[in-house]
């Protein structure tokens, strides 16, 4: 029965050999069949018909229709180059010496807002957005002339006050001055983007796409007071108890092409810091008028137009805080950021300026325009 027992002993031991074999074997299938589909995940093929490294998608994932809306809160400030409109004088005729400090519109701080829409395709990760802004702000200042000094007017002719005789009569200062600043944004933005890592914790989103927009600038200026002064021959005017009633108007609508890129740095526990910037190149009109009036006659009035079409080129940048939260098993997605944004708008304001030399004459301002603020966006997604 020995005998019998170990010649059991290498049937038992060959069993389980071919045992373990079979089952590292069929370890081994299950690990190369999970390595290929691991590879199928970061594999693509690109549109050239090559293979590379595949980008995760970084935008939110939700078991939902694809659907996302979004609305900011903007508290944003105004600033546009050349609203001077006077300076004052340490003398009561606007004479040399001349020492002063010029005055110019000061804008409040106001509300706004930004509405969107968008959706996430299937191919590739892509979507689509469309937002439009909403800013309306305005300012104003004035100046009034001290004892023995006077205000210097910079908008508008000194040939307004002009008389029948030709007597060569000017108006060169006043006692005060009042300027107006009404100011009106909107703006439509339509994007195509894909969201994606480019390590662990960073992801981008570049987009393309068109951007239009409407601006709308007025400013009224209004000049009283002043005793005459006599001249060589003629009067350097103040106004008396008349008024010089100035307006200008300059009206923008442009349509373009739009880029830029948005970073995100996650920080974990849903928390991120976000950075973007983009670009617009505008090509639009812009309806420019300028009014002249004085009220101690109805014939002294200037009545100029000066449209034009020309380039407007624009930036935006955007940094900040912001928390994203899935809702209700993925099927849902919030966010939340709050961040600094502003723009920047070259050679908007087109308004006239009055140059008296021998004759009237213009040339245009041709100053900048930039708005910069807190914005509060918030984003969901179905």
């Given at each position: ?31 190369v069949?999970?390595?290929?589909d ?31 809306l ?16 006077a ?10 010496p ?14 706004g807002?930004?509405?969107?829409a ?8 892509w ?20 004892l ?55 992801s981008?989103?570049?987009?393309w ?57 996650h ?10 910037v ?39 940048l ?15 997605h919030f ?48």
């Amino acid at each position: 029965m020995k005998v019998g027992f170990f010649r059991k002993i290498p049937v038992a031991i060959a069993s389980l050999v071919a045992s373990s074999t079979a089952f590292a074997a069929m370890d081994m299938d299950s690990r190369v069949s999970q390595l290929e589909d691991q590879m199928q995940q970061v594999r693509t093929e690109t549109a050239m018909g090559t293979y590379g490294a595949q980008t995760a998608t970084a935008r939110p994932d939700v078991d939902g229709r694809g659907w996302f809306l979004s609305f900011d809160v903007l508290y944003w400030h105004a600033k546009v180059g050349g609203t001077e409109f006077a300076y004052s004088d340490n003398s009561p005729a606007a004479t040399l010496p001349i020492k002063g400090r010029t005055k110019d519109v000061d804008f409040d701080w106001d509300w706004g807002f930004r509405v969107g829409a968008g959706y996430n395709f299937a191919h590739d990760g892509w979507d689509a957005y469309l937002h439009y802004t909403w800013f309306d702000s305005g300012g104003s200042d004035s100046t009034s002339a001290g004892l023995n000094s006077s205000v210097v007017p910079i908008r508008g002719s000194s040939q307004i006050v002009a008389t029948a005789d030709n007597s060569g009569d000017q108006f060169l200062f006043c006692n005060s001055a009042k300027s107006q600043y009404d100011f009106d944004y909107q703006a439509l933005d339509l994007e195509l983007g894909r969201a994606y890592f480019i390590s662990g914790k960073l992801s981008f989103r570049p987009h393309w796409g068109l951007k239009t927009a409407w601006m709308d600038q007025e400013q009224i200026t209004r000049y009283t007071g002043g005793n005459p002064v006599e001249g060589d021959g003629f009067e350097t005017l103040g106004l008396g108890v008349s008024t010089v009633h100035i307006k200008d108007d300059c009206d923008f609508w442009g349509l373009g092409p739009r880029v830029g890129v948005e970073s995100k740095w996650h920080l974990g526990y849903g928390f991120s810091i976000f950075g973007n910037v983009s670009g617009a190149l505008l090509f639009g009109h812009f309806d420019v008028n300028h009014k002249e009036r004085w009220t101690a006659t109805g014939d002294n009035r200037i009545n100029l137009s000066a449209n034009r079409h020309a380039f407007s080129p624009t930036a935006q940048l955007q940094l900040g805080l912001r928390y994203d939260k899935y809702l209700h098993d993925n099927r849902q997605h919030f966010g939340i950021g709050l961040g600094f944004e502003s723009q920047y708008w070259w050679r908007q304001n087109q308004m006239l300026k009055i140059d008296d030399a021998a004759v009237l004459k213009y040339e245009r301002y041709s100053d900048d325009v930039s708005m910069h603020g807190l914005t509060i966006d918030i984003r969901f997604d179905f």
